[in-house]
């Protein structure tokens, strides 16, 4: 009996450590589960978002155009689940994008496709 219960600990012993390593796997950050989201839909996820525009209804749903696509902030697109939409720009991974700009998410840099003040907001 008494080896029996050593068996049975050092196997619990073992199977504990070697799952240790792979509990942070279950939880993701909002980029990551939208790469998984992408990548289960067939999406290609990119890390270069262009914003080419953004449309603000009376009731408060507003959609962007991201890549090509309208997204929406509610529901949460599946491919930008961190999405913001503002009324002159969106906030994707806590980087401000303004219409005609294109971001790289992961560097950080930026490309401005319009010239300065050629957008502008009406009240």
Same mark, same amino acid.
């Given at each position: 009996?008494?080896?029996f219960c050593l068996i049975v600990a050092s196997l619990l012993l073992f199977c504990s450590t070697a799952g240790a390593s792979t509990i942070g796997t279950v939880f993701y950050s909002p980029a990551e589960r939208g790469a998984l989201?992408?990548?289960r839909n067939g999406i290609s996820q990119s890390t270069v978002y262009t914003l080419s525009g953004i449309i603000q209804r009376g009731a408060g749903k507003s959609a962007a155009w991201i890549n090509? #696509?309208?997204v929406t902030q509610v529901p949460p %697109?599946?491919?930008i689940p961190s999405l913001v939409i $503002?009324? %002159?720009?969106v906030k994707i991974e806590d980087k401000i994008l303004k219409v005609g700009e294109s971001i790289d998410i992961n560097s $950080?840099? #930026?490309i401005? #496709?319009?010239p300065e003040k050629s957008v502008r907001v009406k009240p």
């Open positions: 009996m008494n080896k989201v992408a990548a090509g #696509r309208a %697109d599946p491919v $503002g009324r %002159d720009h $950080g840099q #930026r401005l #496709r319009l």
